[in-house]
C-alpha cells in the first residue's frame, strides 16, 4: 500500500510526495509533477513502489502543510447511495421525496459536479457555509480517483459540503447547495494499492468540534454503500472524457439530526480508514 501526498515546504512550489511514518518522500526530486502522466500509464504502483527505494530527499511531515493530493483532476459526486441520506433528504423535502426514492433505486446514479481541482481544500484548509443558508451540514465522504482510462487509481477521504435548506427548498437548486466556494475539501493522502472488497472494510467517522467540544459524532461504514466502485465509475465515464482522471466522493451515510447546523470556527474532523483523517475549519463564505 503506497500513501501519495502533495505538500509544500513555506513558499516553495507543492510536490508530490510518499508519506512514510512522519516523514516525505520528495517525489519532486525524481521529476514526478502531475499526476496524470504517473496514472495514465497504469503503472503507478510500480513506479512508486521503485522510487520509495532510491534514495530521493526527505521531509519531516511537520515542516510542511499537506494540501489536497490532486492536481488537475475535477471532483463529482455522487449522492443517495446510502440509505440514510435518502430517508434524511426525504425527510428535508416533501416537494422532492419521490426523486430521492426513485434515484435510490434506479439503476443510473445521481452524479453531479462538485469542484474545479484548483478550487478544493486540503487538510487544515478553509471549508465554507453559505452566508445565504440557514441549515449547513459536511457529508463525510470516501473519494475514488480514477485515470483517464476510468481505471480506479486510489482513495482518499472528502467533505462535500451542503446546505441542506437550500437543497431541500427546491432540488434544481442542488447546484447552489453544493458548490460555491470552499464547499469541497479532500486529503490527507491518496491511498493506492487497495482492493475495493479492502476498502470496503474502512469505517468513515466524522467528528464537529465547537470550542474544542464534540457537538457532533457519526459513524458507518464504506460496505454501507449501496452501489460498487466500478459502477459508479462506468456512469461517471459515459459519454466524458477527463485527460487528466477525475475525483468521485461518493455519497454520505452519515446526517446530524435535523436540529444541527454548522457555525463559524467548528471543526469538521472527518477519518476514513487508512485515508487518515482530513481536518477543516468552517468559514462562512
Ligand atoms: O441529492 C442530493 C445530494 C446527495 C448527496 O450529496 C449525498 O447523498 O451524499
Ligand atoms: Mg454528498
Redesign the pocket.
Given at each position: 500500500m503506497i500513501k501519495l501526498v502533495r505538500f509544500q515546504q513555506g513558499r516553495c512550489h507543492p510536490q508530490f510526495g510518499l508519506l512514510e511514518n512522519d516523514s516525505i518522500i520528495d517525489l519532486g526530486a525524481a521529476g514526478v509533477e502531475r499526476l496524470a502522466p504517473l496514472f495514465n500509464g497504469g503503472r503507478a504502483i510500480e513506479i512508486l513502489s521503485a522510487l520509495s527505494k532510491q534514495s530521493l530527499p526527505r521531509v519531516a511531515l511537520s515542516e510542511t502543510r499537506l494540501l489536497a493530493p490532486i492536481d488537475q483532476q475535477e471532483v463529482w459526486?455522487a449522492?443517495?447511495?446510502?440509505l440514510r441520506?435518502k430517508k434524511a433528504?426525504m425527510e428535508e423535502s416533501d416537494f422532492s421525496a419521490s426523486a430521492?426514492d426513485r434515484v435510490y433505486e434506479a439503476p443510473r446514479p445521481?452524479l453531479?459536479f462538485k469542484s474545479l481541482p484548483a478550487k478544493v481544500s486540503g487538510p487544515g484548509g478553509p471549508v465554507g457555509i453559505r452566508a445565504d443558508a440557514k441549515w449547513n451540514v459536511p457529508?463525510p465522504?470516501l473519494a475514488l480517483v480514477f485515470n483517464a482510462k476510468a481505471q480506479l487509481i486510489g482513495f482518499t477521504a472528502g467533505n462535500?459540503m451542503?446546505s441542506r435548506d437550500i437543497?431541500g427548498e427546491n432540488l434544481l437548486y442542488?447546484p447552489q447547495a453544493?458548490t460555491y466556494r470552499h464547499s469541497c475539501a479532500l486529503g490527507p493522502c491518496l491511498v493506492l494499492g487497495r482492493s475495493e472488497s479492502e476498502v470496503r472494510e474502512w469505517p468513515i467517522r466524522v467528528t464537529i468540534l465547537r470550542a474544542g467540544q464534540a457537538v457532533f459524532e457519526g459513524s458507518t461504514s464504506v460496505g454501507q454503500i449501496k452501489r460498487t466502485f466500478l459502477e459508479l465509475g462506468d456512469y461517471l465515464f459515459r459519454s466524458q472524457e477527463f485527460p487528466q482522471g477525475a475525483v468521485l466522493l461518493t455519497?454520505?451515510g452519515i446526517v446530524p439530526p435535523d436540529a444541527f447546523t454548522l457555525a463559524a470556527g467548528d471543526k469538521v474532523r472527518i477519518e476514513i480508514g487508512e485515508a487518515g483523517v482530513l481536518e477543516n475549519e468552517v468559514v462562512v463564505v
Amino acid at each position: 500500500m503506497i500513501k501519495l501526498v502533495r505538500f509544500q515546504q513555506g513558499r516553495c512550489h507543492p510536490q508530490f510526495g510518499l508519506l512514510e511514518n512522519d516523514s516525505i518522500i520528495d517525489l519532486g526530486a525524481a521529476g514526478v509533477e502531475r499526476l496524470a502522466p504517473l496514472f495514465n500509464g497504469g503503472r503507478a504502483i510500480e513506479i512508486l513502489s521503485a522510487l520509495s527505494k532510491q534514495s530521493l530527499p526527505r521531509v519531516a511531515l511537520s515542516e510542511t502543510r499537506l494540501l489536497a493530493p490532486i492536481d488537475q483532476q475535477e471532483v463529482w459526486a455522487a449522492g443517495v447511495t446510502y440509505l440514510r441520506s435518502k430517508k434524511a433528504r426525504m425527510e428535508e423535502s416533501d416537494f422532492s421525496a419521490s426523486a430521492y426514492d426513485r434515484v435510490y433505486e434506479a439503476p443510473r446514479p445521481e452524479l453531479f459536479f462538485k469542484s474545479l481541482p484548483a478550487k478544493v481544500s486540503g487538510p487544515g484548509g478553509p471549508v465554507g457555509i453559505r452566508a445565504d443558508a440557514k441549515w449547513n451540514v459536511p457529508e463525510p465522504e470516501l473519494a475514488l480517483v480514477f485515470n483517464a482510462k476510468a481505471q480506479l487509481i486510489g482513495f482518499t477521504a472528502g467533505n462535500d459540503m451542503s446546505s441542506r435548506d437550500i437543497e431541500g427548498e427546491n432540488l434544481l437548486y442542488l447546484p447552489q447547495a453544493k458548490t460555491y466556494r470552499h464547499s469541497c475539501a479532500l486529503g490527507p493522502c491518496l491511498v493506492l494499492g487497495r482492493s475495493e472488497s479492502e476498502v470496503r472494510e474502512w469505517p468513515i467517522r466524522v467528528t464537529i468540534l465547537r470550542a474544542g467540544q464534540a457537538v457532533f459524532e457519526g459513524s458507518t461504514s464504506v460496505g454501507q454503500i449501496k452501489r460498487t466502485f466500478l459502477e459508479l465509475g462506468d456512469y461517471l465515464f459515459r459519454s466524458q472524457e477527463f485527460p487528466q482522471g477525475a475525483v468521485l466522493l461518493t455519497g454520505t451515510g452519515i446526517v446530524p439530526p435535523d436540529a444541527f447546523t454548522l457555525a463559524a470556527g467548528d471543526k469538521v474532523r472527518i477519518e476514513i480508514g487508512e485515508a487518515g483523517v482530513l481536518e477543516n475549519e468552517v468559514v462562512v463564505v
